[in-house]
């Protein structure tokens, strides 16, 4: 074997997300050494830009935060939904501690979260994809197509951060129960007249009979126009996305309005938005953290929080584990299951609050 082509570390972390990044940082703040393995480059577009007060929060605790960091992203401070009634309601975040939240750069963010965890020590192999992962002993052997060639990393511990495939925990034949078919089809779009943006940044959400609407301006001005929907509820066909966006905006009591502002999207990104729980977050020398152990509905805006605050938490799990504790592993997993329990019944609650379309199939899904 090409040695030049070999790492090894205590800990392999299969995702450099936000969640996989937290981990990262947080074991190498434990002096625990570690890898992350991702498997773009940080160009492509993500979904997923806001985050709560909460998050901000987890982002100063990191020591992210600074004025430089907050230069490139967007404050926000509150939500505006109609939800359950025609008229707007609005939340504001300001009797929250932080004040704001923040509607994120990405991949701006994700690179800077990259910067961060390499300046605690953290190796970061990007554009390499896993190819396989196997057990030799004690000892976790995963095999990788990286832009030099074919690369082996060793680990005696195993994170998996890859996100809704769980790529690590499917390899240990590990389930996910999945509650729902939801999927988002997200526009970035450009402003016709970008120097009429103001201040006092809000998110917009209004429910449709087909789902709902997520609306959040970014640093650049752009603007996220996100439709959420069921899979089986999209147009048919190569432009079904596309055309389902177009269609349902026309639809909107709200959004159409906020659309006027922006040039027409040319093409859509479609993403799984499911709820999901591992059956075991956690087995022998592994554990799945963020959204591979399990995702929540958009609607939580607690994706990129909850990805960040359980990577915090597994590199404390990590470490017991380390120290001998032979428990940590499984209370690490009945914690996962009873978060997504709770996880599960808020959602319910929020839905049941939108009645005004009873014979939807959406709303009728979720209206129990």
């Known amino acids: 074997m090409d040695s030049h082509n070999s790492e090894a570390a205590q800990v392999a972390v299969v995702g450099g997300g936000p969640a996989g990044l937290a981990t990262t940082i947080a074991l190498a703040r434990l002096q625990i050494g570690c890898i992350a393995i991702e498997a773009s480059d940080y160009a492509q577009p993500r979904l997923g830009e806001h985050l709560t007060p909460e998050g901000v929060m987890v982002l100063q605790g990191l020591g992210l935060w600074n004025d430089g960091f907050a230069g490139k992203h967007r404050l926000c401070y509150g939500v505006r939904s109609a939800w359950g009634e025609d008229s707007i309601a609005q939340s504001d975040y300001i009797f929250h501690p932080c004040g704001h939240g923040v509607n994120l750069s990405r991949p701006a963010f994700d690179c800077d979260l990259a910067a961060l965890a390499r300046r605690e020590g953290v190796e970061i192999l990007l554009s390499s994809q896993l190819k396989t992962v196997r057990r030799e002993g004690e000892e976790w052997v995963l095999s990788l197509d990286a832009p030099t060639g074919r690369r ?24 996910s129960r999945y509650r729902d078919r939801l999927v988002g089809i997200a526009a970035f779009l450009q402003p016709r007249n970008p120097s009429s943006e103001g201040n006092g940044e809000t998110l917009l959400l209004e429910a449709c009979e087909w789902g709902w609407w997520y609306f959040a301006r970014l640093q650049d001005g752009r603007g ?17 996305a596309l055309k389902t966006w177009r269609d349902r905006l026309e639809a909107t009591r709200y959004f159409r309005e906020v659309a006027d502002s922006y040039e027409p999207p040319e093409t859509v990104i479609v993403r799984s938005a499911r709820s999901h729980c591992l059956e075991r977050a956690a087995g022998e020398q592994w554990l799945a953290v963020g959204d591979a152990a399990m995702s929540f509905d958009p609607l939580s805006s607690m994706g990129i929080t909850k990805g960040l605050k359980s990577g915090i938490v597994a590199s404390q799990i990590v470490l017991r584990y380390f120290q001998g504790d032979t428990s940590a592993l499984e209370t690490y997993n009945h914690d996962i299951q009873q978060q997504f329990a709770s996880y599960l019944e808020q959602r319910a609650a929020y839905y049941q609050m939108e009645r005004r379309w009873p014979t939807s199939p959406f709303w009728q899904r979720r209206s129990s």
Do not use: I, W
């Open 224 to 240: 996220v126009f996100l439709h959420m929907t069921d899979a089986d509820l999209l147009a048919p066909g190569k432009e079904g």
């Open 152 to 175: 082996t990393v060793r680990a005696a511990f195993l994170v998996d951060a890859s996100g809704r495939n769980a790529v690590v925990a499917r390899s240990q034949e590990q389930k």
